[in-house]
C-alpha cells in the first residue's frame, strides 16, 4: 500500500520577525542606508578608512564592562546612594543630567551615555517612577550631546576638528562656552517644569559588592576611558577586557548589544559614501559660502554631526561656525549624533511597546534645543 507523502510546509515566523525588525529598526534603516549608497559608491580600499576602529573598540569595551557591572549589582547599590542623597525626583533626575553633562567632558558623549544611562534606569525602576524614564533618558542623552562640546575630547567631531584646524584650546573654550552655557539652563529648566518633587523611596536590599570583582571591573573601565584619551592603543583594550570577562563572567560578553555594533559599523559605511559623491560635494561647497552655521547644522540632521564634520571641512576654512554647527546640529533627528543610538536602544530594550512614544517626546524635546539653540547662535554671530 502506497502511502503518498506530504510536502513539508516550512512555517515562517512572520511574528517574531516583526517584532526583531520592530528591535531593531534603526540596525535596518543603517543596513539598508549602507547597501544602497554602495551601489552609487561600489565597495573598494577606501571603505576601510570609513570605520573609526578606536571608536567601536571602546563602544564593545565599555559596553562589556557595563555588563559586568549590571552582574554584580553595581548600579543598584549606587541607585541607592543616589536615592538616599537627593530625596525627590526632580533632584535625582537633574543629578542625573548634570553628572552625564560631566562625564561628556571627560570621557566623551557616547562614553558617558553607556556609563550613566543604566544607573538613571536602576534609579526610576528601582522607586516606580517609570513614567519619567522617556524624559530622563532624552535629557541625558541631550545632555551628553550638548555638555561634550566644551572640550577638544568631549565630542569625537571636536577632536577631529580641534586637530584639523589646529585650534587653540583658549579660542575653543570661548567658541563654545555660549552654547554650552545655553544648553545647561534649557536642561535645568526642562527638569524643573517636567519634573515634581515627589518623594523617592528605594527598598534597600543591602547588596554588598564583591571587593575584588569590583576593583577589577573599575579597572577595565578605567583602562576604557584610557584608551578613549589616546593614552595607549585600542588594541590592548580589545585583548585585555574580553580576556578577563571570559574567565570573571562570560555572560557579560554574551549581553554585549551587538546590534548597537553592527549599527554604527552600517552608519559608518553610509557617511562614507555620502563623503564620496561628486554631486553633495558640489552642492556643499556652493552652500557652505553662503551660512556655514546653518549648513553644519542641517548635515548633521541627515548624515549625523562625525561625518558632516569630516565632510565640510574639506570645503571650508570657517572652524568658528563649522564647530558650532556640527555640536548644535548634534541634537535634532534620532541620526544627527550617534550617540543618540546608544539612548534610543537603551530605552527600547526595556519598554520597546513604548518606542513610539519615545520618538515623539525624543523629537519635540531635540526639535526645541536646536530651534532656540540656532536663533541664540544666529544673534551672536
Known amino acids: 500500500m502506497h502511502i503518498a507523502k506530504r510536502p513539508i510546509q516550512l512555517q515562517i515566523p512572520w511574528t517574531k520577525i516583526v517584532q526583531i525588525l520592530k528591535k531593531n529598526a534603526v540596525l535596518c534603516v543603517a ?34 564592562v557595563v555588563c559586568a557591572l549590571k552582574n554584580i549589582h553595581f548600579f543598584t547599590v549606587l541607585a541607592e546612594k543616589i536615592v538616599g542623597l537627593f530625596k525627590n525626583a526632580r533632584a535625582s533626575v537633574l543629578a542625573l543630567a548634570y553628572v552625564t553633562f560631566l562625564g561628556s567632558m571627560l570621557i566623551a558623549n557616547d562614553m558617558a551615555l553607556l556609563t550613566f544611562l543604566p544607573l538613571g534606569y536602576f534609579v526610576l525602576s528601582s522607586t516606580d517612577k517609570h513614567k519619567y524614564m522617556a524624559f530622563t533618558f532624552i535629557m541625558q542623552n541631550i545632555a551628553a550631546n550638548l555638555g561634550g562640546m566644551l572640550t577638544p575630547f568631549g565630542n569625537p567631531q571636536n577632536l577631529y576638528l580641534y586637530n584639523a584646524f589646529k585650534i587653540p584650546t583658549g579660542e575653543f573654550t570661548l567658541i563654545m562656552l555660549p552654547p554650552f552655557l545655553i544648553s545647561v539652563s534649557l536642561i535645568t529648566l526642562c527638569c524643573l517644569i517636567f519634573v515634581k518633587k515627589e518623594p523617592l523611596e528605594i527598598e ?39 580576556t578577563v570577562l571570559l574567565f570573571l563572567d562570560r555572560k557579560a560578553l554574551e549581553d554585549v548589544d551587538y546590534g548597537l555594533l553592527f549599527t554604527f559599523f552600517a552608519f559608518f559605511i553610509f557617511a562614507g559614501n ?71 536602544r537603551e530605552f527600547t530594550s526595556h519598554y520597546p511597546e513604548k518606542t513610539k512614544q519615545y520618538l515623539l517626546k525624543f523629537t519635540a524635546f531635540n526639535f526645541a534645543f536646536l530651534l532656540i539653540l540656532t536663533t541664540a547662535q544666529l544673534l551672536i554671530l
Open 31 to 64: 543596513i539598508a542606508a549602507a547597501v544602497i549608497t554602495s551601489f552609487i559608491v561600489p565597495p573598494d580600499k577606501a571603505y576601510l578608512e570609513y570605520f573609526d576602529w578606536k571608536t567601536l573598540t571602546c563602544l564593545f569595551c565599555v559596553l562589556a
Open 204 to 242: 534597600s536590599k543591602h547588596i554588598a559588592l564583591p571587593k575584588l570583582r569590583t576593583a577589577i571591573y573599575a579597572t577595565l573601565f578605567a583602562l576604557s576611558i584610557v584608551i578613549v584619551f589616546r593614552i595607549i592603543p585600542f588594541w590592548i583594550g580589545l585583548l585585555v577586557i574580553p
Open 274 to 344: 555620502m563623503s564620496r559623491i561628486s554631486l553633495l560635494q558640489n552642492i556643499f561647497s556652493k552652500l557652505l559660502e553662503k551660512n556655514t552655521l546653518l549648513v553644519s547644522i542641517c548635515s548633521c540632521q541627515i548624515i549625523s554631526n562625525v561625518p558632516s564634520a569630516i565632510l565640510l571641512s574639506q570645503f571650508t576654512d570657517n572652524y568658528t561656525q563649522l564647530l558650532l554647527g556640527v555640536n548644535i546640529g548634534g541634537v535634532g533627528t534620532l541620526i544627527s549624533s550617534l550617540a543618540s543610538l546608544i539612548t534610543f
